[in-house]
Every structure is written in structure tokens, then in C-alpha cells.
């Protein structure tokens, strides 16, 4: 059976599929699972042995340059490789007219795609013209049960079981020149949204807890820099990161001794490698993206109820009793 997977965007929801390729194969182990992705998640969904093509997708790209001979021509060659293999099934789980699109060029037997929302979601209901088959789910179904369940729906099978990311864990001697060789935290404080950020007066009470760990910080725009700089000149035992590549970012999370970070893709991944993690809900509600797969996994606050440096450092005792 040849199915493919239509998630383009962005990190934390294609994160947050990556457990339906797990589930397809555990009942119907000689699947081959193709994937579309936007260019910028490739490297993520690489990470999963289990994919076995990968169509890179470059909306972002392409729309600044429509123009250009180049870029037209860039935009044939996706449509024909999309179209080079016949699938049994094509699941979108975005539910969003571009990727709607994607799922009417591909070459698809069955058509299957979401019937409706999650709470404030960006859900376009066009994109159901171009479904054989339309799931409705709970407008409060978790971000990774989304497309769990609608794959099971459509093959017939229960969704009972902790959800399977198929990422492999930390490689030893592997390290970058700028990852420290002893145990480190690694702060997720950057966000495009400020709502959603934590204090910077909380992040510092924090990291001078931690001492003496070492405390990473990332960031992935200049004001983002500004920010961990910010914190840093308040942590004695903190580190600026240099800016860092998708690849970099994963193996910064995926080797994280412990995770602190709000509601963004990075704090996600951390938790999906199941490293000890601290998801910190400031501004969005905990329901919708929360790691609830393992004990490893502390999830504080909700939507406009910051949680406290308290409450992070009681996580942080509580997390030291996990194995």
C-alpha cells in the first residue's frame, strides 16, 4: 500500500504528525509512506527512518519570486514528482486550500482530510472539495491525535496506544563544537508571538536556580538574540548560542539534560524526544499541544495563566525523580 502524508507547515504541527507514520505501520507494516513538507522541515522529517520519500514543498519560497523562469520551473518539477506515484491514500491533516491543492494533483485512490477545525485554527473548509472522504473531530481534539485519528478512521483501526514520533534518540561523540560535553538545560524562550513569551525576570530566576548547570539559550531572529542576551547577563552560568541551522536546533533539543520553553516548535521537539521537558503555557491553551505521552513531560500554566519560577522549580525537582 502506497500512502502519502500532506503536511507542509509548521515545525511543532509537523512534529505532531509524525506519529501517524508509527501507527499505519504497526497495522500494516509493508505501507510505503511518502511525505510532503515544506523545504525548511525536511531535515525533521528525515529523522523518521520509517518515510521513505520525501517531496520538499517551497511556498515560502516561491511566492517571492513568481516572476522568475526559474521558479515556475521549480514549481512543474514538484507537481510531476508529486504526481509520479500512484497512492492508495492521501491524508491532508493541515486542512488548508494549498494543501488541498497538493491532495487534488497527487495521484489518489483515497482522498481523506479533516471535516472541520480545531479551536482557533486556521481550518479553510474549501479545502474539503478535494476530499473523497472528510473526518470530523472533536474541535478540541489534541494536536497529535488529529491526524492519528483521522488515519485510523480511514483504515480502520483504534487509536489506544502513546503516540510513537519514531525519532531516534541521542548519538553519542556526535556533539557540535558549541554544545557543552557536561549535562546542560537549554532555555526555548523565542516566540513570533509576545504573548506567549515568558517574563525575562522569570527566565533568570530560573537559570541562576539551575547553576551550576549550564544554561543554552537559542534564538532564531534579532530580537530574539537581543532577548537571550538579556537573560544571559542575568545567569552567570548561561551561554548565547551562535545562530543555529533546523539540524543544529533538533540536536540541540534532542541531547537538552532538561527543556524549559514556551508553546513553540523547539520546546515540542524536546518533549517528542522525550527528553525531561518543561512546556510553559502562557497565552495558548495547554489542551490543544501539551506532552502528555510520558512523565518526563511537565506541562504548567494555560491560556492567560502564566505559571510561576515556583511552579518551574518544583517541575524541575519533580523531573529529577524520573528515570
Known sequence: MNILLVRVSSLGDVL????????????????????????????????????RNIIPFALRRWRKSLGKKETRDEIRSFFARLRKERYDYVFDTQGL?????????????HKIGLANGSEG?????????????????????????????????????????APDFGLPGPRPGTRPYWMPAEEYAVFFHGTARDAKKWAPENWIAAGRALAP???????GSPGEKREAEAIAAGVPNALVLPKLSMDEAVELARNAGLA????????????????????????????????????????????????????????????????
Open 16 to 51: 505532531h504528525n509524525l506519529p501517524m507514520v508509527a501507527d499505519i505501520l504497526r497495522r500494516h507494516p509493508d505501507a510505503n509512506i511518502d511525505w510532503v513538507v515544506e523545504e525548511g522541515y525536511v531535515s525533521l522529517v528525515r529523522l523518521n527512518p520509517h518515510v
Open 260 to 323: 524549559i520553553g514556551v508553546d513553540t516548535g523547539l520546546t515540542h521537539i524536546a518533549a517528542a524526544f522525550v527528553r525531561p521537558t518543561i512546556e510553559l503555557y502562557c497565552d495558548s491553551p495547554k489542551w490543544k499541544t501539551e506532552g502528555n505521552w510520558s512523565p518526563r513531560i511537565v506541562n504548567l500554566g494555560d491560556k492567560g495563566a502564566p505559571p510561576s519560577v515556583a511552579d518551574v522549580l518544583e517541575a524541575v525537582e519533580r523531573l529529577k525523580g524520573q528515570p
Open 97 to 109: 486550500l494549498k494543501t488541498g491543492i497538493i491532495m487534488g494533483a497527487a495521484r489518489g485512490n
Open 213 to 219: 548547570m549550564p544554561v543554552l539559550l537559542a534564538w
Open 121 to 161: 485554527s486556521g481550518y479553510e473548509g474549501i479545502s474539503r472539495v478535494f476530499h473523497s472522504k472528510s473526518i470530523p473531530l472533536d474541535p478540541r481534539t489534541h494536536a497529535v491525535a488529529r491526524g492519528r485519528m483521522v488515519a485510523g478512521a480511514a483504515l480502520g483501526y483504534p487509536v489506544d496506544t
